[in-house]
């Protein structure tokens, strides 16, 4: 991992140095324990605090919406940012001559919620490679498998490496299984009626509103967000059942078609709410009912904003 | 007295060709069903739905004109996969999927409308009363408690 | 000062159900929350910081109905109801310095909001004073400790297999009198391992003139660098035991007037009915939480509106630390417009 960040330093110096763009979006070092953050360096002295690890945890397309189109933005992209970038070139969020692609293959996010769980939240120190983490709490070290600790979605993930990127560093990983995440929609599917309801109303319970899921979102870039609508009042504003529930179903289903399955969602979400299991699901229908899958290209557009003449006989009943 | 099981009709107002059948519509609903006349099926949107749901619709019927014949052209195709997919969503999460009933009307049929809803009526009295994301007027339970 | 063997704390809890809701932290899920306790219920003090979800929800709910409108009757009714009297067991300083300061906005002798003052009135905190703090606590440095007992009854430390309760007023005196009493040895052990442990906790960043310089770099551009990764969510306010912020809606569907808690982290918070937005831009909105924090709490009452329970650093989606924004901002030098 070391090395990735050598030759990120590398290229982020010489986008900035040669005035090939604006700002490049990155991460650095950490204030809060383990928690690097993003990051916008515009000139090399601020790309010295360049960080780029394991727990880097947020989706960094989702900073792309907050500029104007003519800005030049270098952006460091792992698998699914890279999508959410497509998915934004899609709905002509920005400009792709306007973006500089810095692709890294990616061996996933942890959750250091996972870690925590074990550890307790009193963790000084954190290394990685490629197979192990090791953490130091309370002056003994603890070492964890990688893939025990990795975030849900990572554990799913299809596409580790970046896609149209402007340069790759490091070697393409080998591509996910998509059974994986077929499977896990399949098997909440084939719960009773009941338990899926109880599964759903008990993660839904625990919202507080706070929209870090949706901010934390690349693709939940609307200025007004359905919630904020008064007249008529759809959806309630409080944290009743009905307002986290209309909540959760609805910010899912906007998502269709649009998701990667980043799970920034759930990382951000302070509450340790589940939410994927509903963008999963809408993603395996995609690609089932339309064989649509986002962020693979720049241009084709998600099964919503289109119909068939073809769809009648699907549908009508 | 006996009401039937709650259902929202959401019609469009071309669908009933028949004035015989549109007049049924406005003025002689029985209690059970509420009605939301819209300018194409095509206006739902998702949270329409939801709303209707949470609020302790039995059944959601869908009325509207058959896919190549809507008023506005295109209207009404633009938003059947969204239907389709949103009730695939609810489903998921344990909602009877068979309590949201589409009825495409041609302009021939006559009386077609009242013997939806008897039908849809029956079918509904089969599966109960809604419970399942019916949630309207149900306190947080942190306002008891941290 | 009495002493309770922490094995018995169930018995305690029993006698106290007859007159008290008692509300303590219990593990729900994952985490720890202020939940209601029963005879059988297991308090959680496995976490040895404050609750996730802060305990100022016990005074000021996230959703609280403040009445109902009967459209049959054409009146409105209801909302206010009778607060049985209710004891919480184990709130953490911090959280409970951040209730008294709350008090100075809701608990006001001429125009005090009712639905704060009927909980409060009907509440007796028993403080946990914390013997483990962690790396995100920063009490000390605002003014607190882990032992302060700024808007308590009571305060328990605990020390080996022992809870010793010290009182601090009538309400809480009478919840504990008939415990035995601690010795001089075993008040002086207690007295030091307060001392130790707040003696541990060095201040994280300089208060003083903190607010002075604040308001000198309000108008400079230190507060692009925050907005730039902050995602204007709800969390660090939402989580914060002082901020207080409401929206009041109709929530016309079924007829009732709910108070939601609300942050001036989202647009729509500041945006006016006429469409102008004073705080149009994240900048603004970042700047405002931390100048409500550090300088205009301090115009209004004269003390700091953070009490350092950390959350907001635990929290934060995007890794914010409000420790080294401050140490940032402390150390920035600029000709900004001066907020006098």
Redesign the interface.
């Known amino acids: 991992m070391p090395e990735i960040k050598v030759e990120l330093k590398k290229e982020i110096d010489r986008l900035l140095n040669e005035d090939v763009v604006d700002v490049v979006i990155a991460f650095k070092k950490a204030d809060a324990p383990l928690r690097p953050q993003p990051a916008f360096f515009r000139n090399v002295d601020e790309a010295a605090e360049l960080e780029y690890n394991g727990l880097c945890q947020n989706n960094l397309a989702n900073y792309l919406t907050r500029y104007p189109q003519d800005t030049r933005i270098g952006i460091v992209v792992r698998g699914c940012e890279s999508r959410s970038v497509n998915a934004l070139l899609v709905e002509k969020q920005h400009h792709s001559e306007n973006l500089y692609l810095i692709g890294v293959p990616c061996r996933g996010i942890i959750d250091i919620k996972k870690i925590i769980k074990q550890t307790g939240e009193e963790v000084t120190a954190f290394a990685e490679d490629e197979d192990e983490v090791t953490v130091r709490v309370k002056g003994r070290e603890v070492k964890f498998n990688r893939k025990d600790i990795l975030h849900d979605s990572c554990l799913r993930c299809v596409h580790p490496n970046p896609i149209n990127t402007d340069i790759l560093l490091g070697e393409p990983l080998p591509e996910g299984d998509p059974t994986v995440a077929r499977q896990a929609v399949e098997s909440?599917?084939s719960l009773g009626?009941?338990?899926?309801?109880?599964w759903?109303r008990q993660e839904a319970?625990r919202c507080i509103r706070c929209y870090a899921c949706r901010e934390a979102c690349p693709m939940c870039y609307c200025t007004e967000c359905?919630v904020d609508h008064a007249t008529p009042r759809?959806?309630e504003s409080?944290?009743?059942?009905?307002?986290t529930?209309?909540w959760h179903?609805?910010r899912?289903?906007h998502q269709?078609g649009r998701c990667t399955s980043c799970g920034a969602c759930e990382r951000a979400c302070p509450m340790d709410i589940k939410m994927t299991y509903?963008t999963e699901?809408?993603n395996e229908?995609m690609l089932e009912?339309y064989q649509f899958e986002v962020g693979m290209d720049d241009t084709t557009q998600p099964?919503?904003a289109s119909?068939d003449?073809d769809?009648?006989n699907?549908?009508?009943? | 007295m006996e009401t039937g099981p709650k259902i929202a009709l959401f019609q469009c107002q071309w669908c009933l060709y028949s004035e015989a059948d549109q007049h049924w519509v406005d003025h002689e609903l029985p209690p059970s069903i509420h009605l939301v006349k819209l300018p194409c099926t095509g206006r739902i949107?998702?949270?329409?739905i939801?709303?209707a749901v949470?609020?302790g619709a039995d059944g959601i019927m869908i009325s509207g004109c058959?896919?190549?014949k809507c008023h506005f052209i295109?209207g009404n195709?633009?938003a059947?996969?969204?239907?389709?997919?949103?009730l695939?969503?609810?489903e998921?999460?344990?909602?009877?999927r068979d309590r949201v009933?589409?009825t495409?009307l041609d302009l021939q049929d006559r009386g077609r409308i009242q013997r939806d809803l008897a039908a849809f009526e029956a079918d509904l009295s089969q599966l109960g009363k809604a419970d399942?994301?019916v949630?309207?007027?149900?306190?947080?339970?942190?306002?008891?408690?941290? | 000062m009495y002493i309770l063997n922490k094995k018995e704390y169930k018995q305690i809890i029993a006698k106290w159900l007859d007159k008290f809701d008692v509300?303590a932290p219990q593990k729900a899920g994952e985490f720890s929350?202020?939940?209601?306790v029963d005879a059988d219920s297991e308090l959680d003090f496995t976490e040895p910081h404050n609750?996730r979800?802060?305990?100022?929800?016990?005074f000021l709910?996230?959703?609280?109905?403040m009445m109902r409108y009967n459209r049959r009757l054409n009146r409105s009714e209801g909302g206010q109801e009778e607060i049985k009297p209710r004891l919480i067991w184990g709130i953490r300083p911090c959280d409970a310095k951040a209730s008294s300061l709350l008090d100075t906005v809701f608990y006001t002798e001429d125009d005090g909001d009712p639905y704060w003052i009927a909980k409060r009135d009907a509440s007796v905190l028993v403080g946990m004073g914390c013997t483990e703090p962690c790396q995100t606590c920063f009490c000390t440095t605002v003014g607190g400790g882990p032992f302060n007992t700024d808007g308590l009854d009571a305060l328990v430390t605990e020390l080996g297999d022992e809870y010793y309760i010290e009182t601090l007023t009538d309400k809480g005196e009478r919840l504990f009198a008939e415990l035995p009493i601690a010795s001089e040895e075993q008040q002086e052990q207690v007295q030091t391992l307060q001392s130790k442990v707040k003696g541990a906790m060095e201040p994280v960043f300089e208060t003083d003139n903190l607010k002075e310089h604040l308001d000198d770099i309000f108008g400079s551009d230190y507060w692009d660098t925050i907005a730039e990764s902050c995602l204007g969510c709800g969390v660090c306010t939402f989580l914060c035991p002082t901020c207080f912020c409401f929206d009041i809606v109709d929530e016309v569907?079924?007829s009732e007037r709910v108070r939601n808690w609300d942050t001036c982290m989202f647009r729509i918070y500041s945006q006016e009915a006429s469409g102008h937005n004073p705080r149009p831009t994240r900048k603004e909105r970042t700047r405002q939480r931390i100048m409500h924090k550090y300088s205009y709490w301090l115009d209004h009452i004269g003390e700091i509106g953070c009490t350092g329970c950390g959350r907001c650093v635990r929290y934060c989606p995007v890794g914010l630390d409000i420790r080294a924004m401050l140490n940032t901002a402390n150390a920035y030098e600029s000709e900004g417009i001066h907020v006098g």
């Open positions: 909440f599917a009626q009941e338990e899926r309801y109880a759903f319970e359905f759809w959806t409080d944290i009743s059942p009905a307002g529930q209309a179903i609805i899912a289903f269709a509903l699901k809408l229908d009912g099964p919503f119909f003449l769809d009648k699907r549908f009508v009943l | 949107n998702p949270l329409h939801l709303n949470q609020g058959q896919p190549e295109e195709l633009s059947l996969r969204q239907h389709d997919e949103f695939n969503l609810l998921y999460i344990g909602y009877e009933r589409f495409w399942i994301l949630t309207r007027g149900i306190p947080s339970m942190r306002g008891q408690h941290a | 509300f929350q202020f939940l209601p609750t979800y802060p305990p100022k929800a016990l709910p996230q959703s609280e109905t569907q079924r």
